[in-house]
């Protein structure tokens, strides 16, 4: 968009505005169908002035291919301390970080020594933050030497569970590997391969993200990429 003002020897200046952030988010909030060839020209502007992986991309992309990316472009917003995407868990879509700040983090096992009553205690825990399951179901794969004990002690209440005896178990953690900001990318495995995430991407403050998912047709340029 072009606006129009004078210079101080009051000759007329045409100077081009780019789009703010708000308008761009609208335009990706907006259906596939229901994006204009002006909005398409917008989200191209920001985007490559903005955002170096969209500036390279352009770049490197067959010129109809880069516009059906920006069709099929969508919005999500994740707030500080929420995961983006979690380990273990099915992929469905791929992300670039249109504002904010992550952290990617990677498991790690560490044996310690405690009682059944505790480790218990661990698992429920787990239960209650993962109601999938899939943290407890990768500890009893690495702790096998108790699972008959720990199948049968789960269904009881914590109070009941001895505290005498105590075992080597392996407990996981998360460590954080690396920090990233605007423009970075992620998922792109896990959708185009239907793999299971190898890494948790937590917001580490409110996170705005443009995603593209399994139900829209997959660029060329990401096929290609992976």
């Given at each position: 968009r072009f606006f129009i003002r004078k210079n101080k020897k009051k000759q007329i200046d045409f100077e081009w505005e780019l789009p703010k952030m708000?308008?761009?988010?609208?335009?990706?909030?907006?259906?596939?169908?229901?994006?204009?060839?002006?909005?398409?020209?917008?989200l191209n502007e920001y985007l490559?002035?903005?955002?170096?992986?969209?500036?390279?991309?352009?770049?490197?992309?067959d010129p109809n291919q880069y516009e059906k990316t920006l069709y099929v472009l969508k919005y999500e917003e994740v707030k500080a301390g929420k995961n983006i995407?979690?380990?273990?868990?099915?992929?469905?879509?791929?992300?670039?970080?249109?504002?904010?700040?992550?952290s990617l983090l990677k498991p790690i096992y560490t044996n310690e020594t405690m009682t059944?009553?505790?480790?218990?205690?661990?698992?429920?825990?787990?239960?209650?933050?993962?109601?999938?399951?899939t943290t407890r179901q990768r500890l009893?794969?690495?702790?096998?030497?108790?699972e008959d004990d720990v199948l049968r002690l789960m269904q009881m209440d914590i109070s009941s569970i001895s505290e005498d005896e105590k075992y080597n178990i392996f407990v996981e953690n998360f460590e954080k590997i690396f920090e990233a900001n605007e423009g970075f990318s992620f998922?792109?495995?896990?959708?185009l391969h239907k793999q299971k995430r190898n890494a948790t991407i937590r917001a580490e403050k409110l996170c705005k993200l443009i995603?593209?998912?399994?139900?829209?047709?997959?660029?060329?340029?990401?096929?290609?990429?992976?």
């Open positions: 708000d308008e761009v988010i609208y335009i990706l909030k907006k259906l596939k169908k229901e994006r204009t060839h002006r909005d398409i020209k917008l490559t002035t903005n955002i170096e992986y969209f500036k390279k991309l352009k770049e490197e992309t995407v979690t380990y273990d868990e099915e992929g469905d879509k791929c992300y670039i970080l249109l504002e904010g700040k992550i059944m009553r505790k480790y218990i205690a661990y698992l429920k825990e787990l239960d209650r933050r993962d109601p999938t399951t009893m794969s690495k702790n096998n030497h108790i998922g792109e495995a896990a959708l995603y593209i998912d399994k139900y829209d047709e997959i660029p060329d340029y990401l096929r290609a990429s992976n």
